[in-house]
């Protein structure tokens, strides 16, 4: 990747692999490679993808849907959500 708003993916670093790989995924959203509505690729393309197992990249969308940043449309994919949900007020 390109795109330097967006971290290199780190499975070795402190955080459990699909808390990685959701946080991954959500810094790409945010940097607008992967658009409000856009269709997420399948699960299993994305564990090759990050070399990780298929239940890791399951595991990571469905704290990706706790977020509310994916919704996942049975029989037609997952997809990022249109709108995001608004990003909490960070003054104290």
Known sequence: MTDS?????????????????????????????????ARLPAERDLAEEYGVAYLTVRRAARVLRERGLILTVHGKGTFVADPLPSSPPTDA
Do not use: C, K, N, S
């Not at 290199?8 to 959203?29: K, M, S, T, W």
């Open 5 to 37: 708003q967006i971290p290199e993916f780190d499975p070795q670093g402190p955080q459990l692999v699909y808390v990685a790989v959701a946080d991954h995924i959500a810094a790409r959203v945010a940097a607008g490679e992967l658009a409000p509505g």
